[in-house]
């Protein structure tokens, strides 16, 4: 089966950076698409990112230009990168993925990816 694991989260100022990484293990299909998204106390899971295996990318509007996804297929990793934090950031933060299949806008919007890792928490302060 597939499995995500993500570390890298911590507290930080605002400003400032942080690398999330997704070890993931059971992608074994010639498509799947991969994303970060994430969820703060009292709000709806919100999409952050997506990839698939031709390094086509999608990104939400309120993080495009400050965070990258990217991936090592062969470290089997997924990776975030967080510049300019802000406290609005502040979340757990979940790498997601779905085998035999590609990304779709949709799937960035409502999170319609079955495989979920068990988050990492980000905390941002001013």
């Known amino acids: 089966q597939v499995q995500l694991a993500e570390s890298g989260g911590g507290s930080v100022q605002a400003g400032g950076s942080l690398r999330l990484s997704c070890q993931y293990s059971?992608?074994?299909?010639?498509?799947?698409?991969m994303g970060w998204f994430r969820q703060a106390p009292g709000k709806e899971r919100e999409g952050l990112a997506l990839?698939?295996?031709?390094?086509?990318?999608l990104y939400s509007a309120s993080v495009k230009g400050r965070f990258t996804i990217s991936k090592d297929v062969a470290e089997n990793t997924l990776y975030l990168q967080m510049n300019n934090l802000q406290p609005e950031d502040t979340a757990m933060y979940y790498c997601?993925?779905?085998?035999?299949?590609?990304?779709?806008?949709?799937?960035?919007?409502?999170?319609?990816?079955?495989?979920w890792g068990q988050g990492t928490q980000v905390a941002v302060s001013s």
């Open positions: 997601a993925a779905e085998d035999d299949a590609s990304c779709y806008s949709f799937k960035l919007r409502a999170g319609a990816l079955p495989n």
């Open positions: 059971g992608l074994q299909g010639d498509r799947n698409c």
């Open positions: 990839v698939d295996v031709y390094g086509e990318k």
